[in-house]
C-alpha cells in the first residue's frame, strides 16, 4: 500500500465515522462539531482527486459559514430534545428500512463493479499551470449559469425561513414590545400632565454628640 492510498483510506475511515457519530449523538451541537470533521476529512479526499478549489470552498464555506450558521439557529431555536425523542422508537423501523435502500441505490451506482481502474484509466497529471477554478468556473457561469441563479435563490429562501423561525412572539406579560402606531396616536395632553403636590421641608440634619464635641 502506497502512502496516497494510505492517506485516502484514512480520510474515508474519519469522514465515515463522523458520519454514523453526527446521526447517532444525542447533543445537536455534537453532531455539528462531528459534521465539520466529516466535511474537513471530505476536503481532504477532494484535495486528493485535484479537485483543490472544490476542497477549499468544502472548508471556507461549509466549515467556516455554513455550520457557524447551524449553530446559531440550534442555539436560538431552543430545540426540546425531549419531544424530539418521544417518536424515535416508533420510526425506527422506517428509517432502517429507508436507510437500506439508500444504502442499495448507492451500492448499484457507485459500486465496484461501475468504478475503479480496470474500469476507467488513470487520471492524468495536469501540469503546473492548470487552474482547477478556472475549469470549473468557465462552464458554471456559462452553460450551467440558470441553475447556479436558481440555487442561489433558493439559499436566499433558506435564510429567510431561518430567520422566520427564530421571530417567536412572546406573551406580552414576559417581554415588552414597542407599538409604534400608539406612540404616533398619542396626544400632546396624553404626554405630559401637571401633578400638584404639597411643599415638602427638609428637616435639619441633627448633629452627633462627637461632632458637637469637637
Same mark, same amino acid.
Given at each position: 500500500? +502506497?502512502?496516497?492510498?494510505?492517506?485516502?483510506?484514512?480520510? #474515508?475511515?474519519?469522514?465515515?465515522? +463522523?458520519?454514523?457519530?453526527?446521526?447517532?449523538?444525542?447533543?445537536? =451541537?455534537?453532531? #455539528? &462539531?462531528?459534521?465539520?470533521?466529516? !466535511?474537513?476529512?471530505?476536503?481532504? &479526499?477532494?484535495?486528493?482527486?485535484?479537485?483543490?478549489?472544490?476542497?477549499?470552498?468544502?472548508?471556507?464555506?461549509?466549515?467556516?459559514?455554513?455550520?457557524?450558521?447551524? &449553530? !446559531?439557529?440550534?442555539?436560538?431555536?431552543?430545540?426540546?430534545?425531549?419531544?424530539?425523542?418521544?417518536?424515535?422508537?416508533? *420510526?425506527?423501523?422506517?428509517?432502517?428500512?429507508?436507510?437500506?435502500?439508500?444504502?442499495?441505490?448507492? *451500492?448499484?451506482?457507485?459500486?465496484?463493479?461501475? !468504478?475503479?481502474?480496470?474500469?476507467?484509466?488513470?487520471?492524468?497529471?495536469?501540469?503546473? @499551470? *492548470?487552474?482547477?477554478?478556472?475549469?470549473?468556473?468557465?462552464?458554471?457561469?456559462? $452553460?450551467?449559469?440558470?441553475?447556479?441563479?436558481? #440555487?442561489? =435563490?433558493?439559499?436566499?429562501?433558506?435564510?429567510?425561513?431561518?430567520?422566520?423561525?427564530?421571530? %417567536?412572539? %412572546?406573551?406580552?406579560?414576559?417581554?415588552? *414590545?414597542? @407599538?409604534?402606531?400608539?406612540?404616533?396616536?398619542?396626544?400632546?395632553? @396624553? %404626554? !405630559?400632565?401637571?401633578?400638584?403636590?404639597?411643599?415638602?421641608? $427638609?428637616?435639619?440634619?441633627?448633629?452627633?454628640?462627637?461632632?458637637?464635641?469637637?
Amino acid at each position: 500500500m +502506497s502512502f496516497e492510498q494510505f492517506i485516502f483510506y484514512l480520510l #474515508a475511515a474519519i469522514a465515515t465515522i +463522523s458520519g454514523l457519530m453526527m446521526i447517532t449523538v444525542k447533543n445537536p =451541537v455534537k453532531a #455539528a &462539531l462531528w459534521l465539520v470533521l466529516a !466535511f474537513i476529512s471530505t476536503a481532504g &479526499l477532494w484535495i486528493m482527486a485535484q479537485a483543490e478549489f472544490l476542497g477549499l470552498v468544502l472548508i471556507l464555506v461549509y466549515v467556516g459559514a455554513v455550520m457557524v450558521l447551524f &449553530l !446559531f439557529v440550534v442555539m436560538m431555536l431552543d430545540i426540546n430534545m425531549a419531544i424530539l425523542k418521544e417518536g424515535f422508537t416508533r *420510526y425506527l423501523p422506517i428509517g432502517a428500512l429507508a436507510a437500506l435502500a439508500i444504502f442499495a441505490l448507492m *451500492y448499484m451506482v457507485i459500486g465496484p463493479n461501475h !468504478f475503479g481502474l480496470q474500469n476507467y484509466a488513470m487520471p492524468e497529471m495536469k501540469p503546473a @499551470d *492548470y487552474s482547477n477554478t478556472k475549469a470549473i468556473a468557465v462552464p458554471l457561469y456559462t $452553460e450551467h449559469v440558470y441553475a447556479f441563479i436558481l #440555487a442561489a =435563490v433558493l439559499l436566499l429562501v433558506g435564510i429567510v425561513a431561518a430567520i422566520a423561525l427564530t421571530l %417567536r412572539r %412572546r406573551p406580552t406579560g414576559t417581554v415588552l *414590545y414597542q @407599538d409604534i402606531d400608539k406612540q404616533n396616536r398619542t396626544l400632546k395632553a @396624553d %404626554r !405630559f400632565e401637571m401633578v400638584k403636590m404639597d411643599a415638602v421641608v $427638609e428637616k435639619p440634619i441633627v448633629e452627633s454628640e462627637e461632632e458637637q464635641k469637637k
